[in-house]
């Protein structure tokens, strides 16, 4: 493993003791946490073969099934959530990427949700 792998990992144990530590002193620490996560959204997922699959006899032939492949036509989700469940969602437009601002936005709207769906937590 290289230094810079190893290092990343005491970092994140580091930052792992620091959480416990803090969550030691207040009891609801863990419970102000809010993450997020990104995904691609596809427009239309095809069935997996198990889903499709049909009972017949031995004896007669097995259906025929066209290939189907994923939809090119996709769009970015990010989810942002708390312990208490989905706080906001965002489905990015087509043709922007994430950028500082784009992301800057996202979090402005965030702090505008947390402020009205959980009070406690700003």
């Not at 290289?2 to 792992?16: A, L, S, Y």
């Not at 499709?52 to 025929?64: A, D, H, T």
């Not at 769009?75 to 942002?80: D, G, I, Y």
């Not at 469940?85 to 709207?109: A, P």
Request: a positive charge.
């Amino acid at each position: 493993m290289g230094t810079k792998v190893i290092d990343q990992k005491e970092e994140r144990v580091n930052c792992c003791k620091h959480l416990l530590r803090q969550e030691a002193n207040d009891a609801f620490f863990f419970r102000r946490i809010v993450t997020m996560d990104e995904t691609w959204i596809y427009q239309f997922d095809p069935e997996p073969k198990s889903a499709s699959m049909q009972w017949r006899r031995p004896s007669s032939p097995p259906p025929k099934k066209a290939k189907v492949t994923q939809s090119s036509g996709k769009v970015m989700l990010s989810c942002f959530w708390d312990c208490d469940g989905i706080i906001m969602t965002d489905y990015m437009e087509k043709g922007k990427t994430v950028t500082g601002e784009y992301y800057s936005g996202l979090l402005k709207r965030l702090r505008s949700e947390l402020a009205r769906r959980r009070r406690g937590k700003l």
